[in-house]
């Protein structure tokens, strides 16, 4: 079948899904009320969620993703209310429901989790209370439900169930959190969960475990899962079919393999342009972007949506909306809202694929000749917390050269922010370490330092509400810094203002909003033109792009290389997404319990050999292979790490990563520190690649290159690490 169907009604056999389907949605418009008027934020949404099925929902924030969830729940705000259409879920008309049929279905039959497990438990409770509360929901008796608890959480693989069940939800790590509060919903055995975004935030190896968890638990139990991210390698990797909403809009559907391979709609398209895939590099390939934004909640649009962001759209486009054309696709229907679906895999770049070229700056600061910019030598710090001390920072020697990118990556608790503080002079280290700024020696505490020194290191921070002052202008906020970190002033500081929003594309009729104003990627502009008003020599970038869309992350990521080029900037970039790493870094350095066991070139790292820490996080990444081109999502085999990051006074002896370690030796493992060896003969001991390992480079080498039993490691499923040890021994 190729053509539009009469609406998209016709699309579904109503009768038959109410049966046969975890969910339907058939025809939904959701409205806010908004300034004394209702805005339409979907409109006209229809998919089905088969049982047993996992269906992923992606698009940029403020598409309508979390509405959906929201109203398939009926949690709508006060000011919202379904206008139209109907949701069906497990036969149940939700639109129907009484009080208490609705609250017997949520309780029973419908569980959701949700991006913040922080936020979704409550801190003065017990997670035994909490879980317990589940069960006795559906009406199981108090003791009964506290032996269910314990079973629940074996069952999501809590190390030390009983120990958890005793803590508060701040005693627990995020991925510990979020197993607890997965637990939770599937205590009642749902026949749907709602999954909104629910490893944001998580790194690599957290992320993989929650995700490996939810596909053995959906498998088990044959839940059907509605799973919500904005992480297209993730929903490939998780779900069958896949639908792509846009200003609330379903504007394309179909197998996630179809989807990927093959997109219909120009806005697919662009959402996989924009991802940093394996083998791209900022020096090698721009990425790809999506011009403009999004249109604002309840604007009346003649034709196509998408028409005014789309490099294919027409006069035909601005004139009639395109129906849901619907294609047969190798495994199954496709749908897509776009005239030229046939096109829209030819879409043109919006960005060119070249890599700047550098260029100096006649404003930037002069340049150091010769050695590091930054230089740090046995840099450590140890907190005391609840009278035990707790080594954050362990021993780390780093030097990062002009115009240099160094990635620094590890599980939460590895010690990257820790580290970025000490740089920056946020947090004194302990006695003994060094700091070194173009040769000379940088004081540790920031109070302490010139103002040269100060303007030299900045900052752009995960979370640029929390480092922007709502209440002042853009204007104000750049201009202080410029006033701060320069000499100018009056007419200067205006001329010096236009050359850094313009640096920074960011328009000139912002500069009189509010912060609050500005969406997620303008704000996160005004945070880069700040760090850069006084013309730094090296910016930490803390997560500066994990909070944003792929197609605003994009934007942000060739914003700073160009910088980076124009002006010899170095950068120590943190993040969780290793392919963001992979693809702004020159090096990268690996930390683990605040020790540095890896660092190299950024190639060298990740195509091996590597200390099986790295291994085991570069495992846990699933792969979009290119721009999406053949629609599979690839992984290494993973490898599954047993147990959590050891806690305060707990620190291994020997090698810190022994008792967590796949390929562990023995007793040299855990009796002796291991010494960095070489993993290749660099010339310039500045690039070399270091391995922090007993484990010979050649033998590393030899076992990963090998295929590796997916279970190894796992003790829940009969692997060990004596498996591998016995391999590299």
Not at 74 to 96: C, M, S, T, W
Not at 454 to 460: A, E, G, P, R
Not at 475 to 482: D, F, S, T
């Amino acid at each position: 079948m190729n053509g539009p169907p009469p609406s998209s009604f016709a699309a579904f056999d109503v009768s038959k899904s109410d049966r046969t389907d975890a969910l339907t949605v058939v025809g939904l418009t959701v409205t806010y009320r908004i300034r004394g008027r209702d805005r339409e934020v979907l409109q006209d949404v229809s998919f089905r969620v088969r049982r047993g099925e996992a269906y992923g929902l992606v698009g940029e924030s403020g598409c309508g993703k979390s509405t959906v969830a929201m109203a398939t729940l009926r949690y709508l705000p006060r000011n919202g209310k379904v206008k139209a259409g109907k949701i069906v879920i497990a036969g149940e008309d939700v639109q129907k429901l009484g009080a208490d049929a609705l609250r017997s279905m949520r309780a029973t039959t419908v569980s959701m989790v949700y991006q913040d497990p922080g936020r979704a438990l409550n801190p003065s409770l017990t997670i035994a209370r909490q879980v317990s509360e589940a069960f006795e929901a559906a009406g199981v008796a108090r003791d009964e439900a506290l032996q269910r608890t314990l079973e629940i959480l074996k069952r999501v693989r809590i190390a030390a169930p009983e120990r958890v069940m005793n803590s508060y939800p701040h005693q627990l790590s995020g991925g510990m959190q979020q197993r607890v509060v997965i637990a939770m919903a599937l205590a009642s055995n749902p026949a749907l969960l709602i999954l909104d975004e629910p490893t944001t935030g998580l790194d690599a190896t957290v992320e993989a475990e929650v995700l490996d968890l939810v596909a053995r638990l959906r498998e088990e139990l044959g839940t059907a899962v509605l799973f919500i991210s904005h992480n297209l390698a993730v929903i490939g990797r998780m779900c069958e079919r896949v639908g792509v909403l846009y200003a609330g809009k379903l504007v394309e559907e179909g197998a996630t393999q179809d989807v990927f391979a093959r997109p219909r709609h120009p806005y697919t398209v662009g959402l996989l342009r924009c991802l940093p895939t394996a083998g791209r590099s900022k020096d090698s390939e721009r990425l790809d972007t999506i011009a403009g934004g999004l249109p604002l909640p309840g604007s009346v649009t003649q034709g196509c949506i998408y028409a005014e962001r789309c490099r294919l759209a027409d006069e035909r486009c601005r004139r009639d909306a395109p129906p849901p054309y619907r294609l047969g696709a190798r495994h199954g229907d496709q749908m897509a809202r776009c005239h030229y679906h046939e096109r829209a895999i030819e879409l043109p770049r919006a960005t060119s694929s070249a890599a700047p070229v550098a260029a100096a700056s006649s404003n930037a600061a002069p340049r150091a000749p010769s050695g590091p910019v930054l230089r740090a030598r046995n840099l450590s710090k140890t907190f005391h917390v609840s009278g035990v001390p707790l080594r954050a920072v362990d021993d780390v020697s780093l030097e990062l050269a002009s115009g240099e990118t160094l990635g620094l990556v590890g599980e939460s608790g590895s010690g990257k922010t820790t580290l970025a503080r000490l740089l920056l002079g946020l947090l004194a280290p302990d006695a003994g370490s060094l700091l070194e700024l173009d040769g000379a020696p940088l004081a540790a505490r920031v109070t302490r330092r010139s103002d040269e020194q100060l303007k030299s290191l900045q900052i752009v921070f995960q979370n640029p509400d929390s480092a922007l002052n709502r209440a002042h202008s853009v204007k104000r906020l750049i201009g202080r810094a410029l006033a701060r970190f320069t000499a100018l002033r009056g007419p200067e500081i205006d001329a010096r203002l236009a050359t850094l929003t313009d640096a920074v594309r960011l328009p000139e009729r912002y500069l009189d909003a509010r912060s609050r104003q500005l969406s997620g990627g303008l704000k996160q502009r005004v945070a880069i033109a700040r760090a850069f008003a006084g013309e730094p020599r090296v910016v930490v970038c803390d997560e500066p792009t994990s909070s944003l869309d792929v197609s605003v992350q994009a934007a942000i990521l060739n914003l700073l290389a160009d910088l980076q080029h124009e002006r010899g900037v170095s950068y120590v970039f943190i993040s969780h997404d290793l392919h963001v790493v992979r693809y702004v870094s020159d090096r990268i350095a690996v930390l683990y319990l605040g020790r540095l066991l890896e660092i190299g070139p950024a190639a060298a790292v990740f195509d091996g050999p590597q200390h099986p820490y790295t291994e085991a996080l570069l495992s846990a990444v699933p792969t979009l292979p290119g721009d999406g081109a053949s629609g599979e999502v690839h992984q290494r085999t993973r490898i599954r790490l047993t147990g959590e990051l050891p806690g305060p006074g707990a620190m291994p002896s020997g090698c810190v990563f022994h008792t967590r370690c796949p390929r562990k030796l023995g007793a040299i493992c855990e009796q002796q520190d291991p010494p960095f060896l070489d993993a290749d003969d660099a010339a310039d001991p500045s690039c070399a690649h270091r391995i922090r390992c007993h484990i010979p480079v050649a033998t590393l080498r030899e076992l990963q290159s090998e295929p590796r039993d997916d279970n190894a490691g796992d003790p829940t499923n009969g692997g060990t690490s004596d498996d591998a040890s016995e391999n590299a021994s």
